[in-house]
């Protein structure tokens, strides 16, 4: 799980997934509802983040074609 500094709000990537799983698939509603009533203060937001690496979104894109993937 890697932090990563985009703006407004942040992004999360989450990598080494095994692609032949449909446990996420399966689950989806069910993780939703675990954390869809979590509300993010300031407080959270700093134990969340604290010892936490955040990545430039410049380290994470590079060399990535972002055109090969969004349409224009």
Same mark, same amino acid.
């Given at each position: %799980?890697?932090? &990563?500094?985009?703006?407004?709000?942040? @992004?999360?990537? +989450?990598?080494?997934?095994?692609? @032949? @799983?449909? +446990?996420? /698939?399966?689950?989806? =509603?069910? +993780?939703?509802? /675990? =954390?869809? *009533? +979590? %509300? %993010?203060?300031? #407080? !959270?937001?700093?134990?969340? =983040?604290?010892?936490?690496?955040?990545?430039?979104?410049?380290?994470?894109?590079?060399?990535? /074609? #972002? @055109? !090969?993937? &969004? *349409?224009?």
């Amino acid at each position: %799980m890697t932090a &990563v500094d985009v703006r407004p709000t942040g @992004s999360i990537c +989450i990598t080494d997934l095994d692609p @032949s @799983s449909t +446990i996420l /698939e399966r689950n989806y =509603y069910a +993780i939703l509802d /675990e =954390y869809r *009533g +979590i %509300m %993010m203060d300031d #407080a !959270l937001c700093a134990r969340f =983040y604290d010892g936490r690496t955040i990545a430039e979104a410049d380290t994470i894109l590079d060399g990535f /074609e #972002a @055109s !090969l993937f &969004v *349409g224009p």
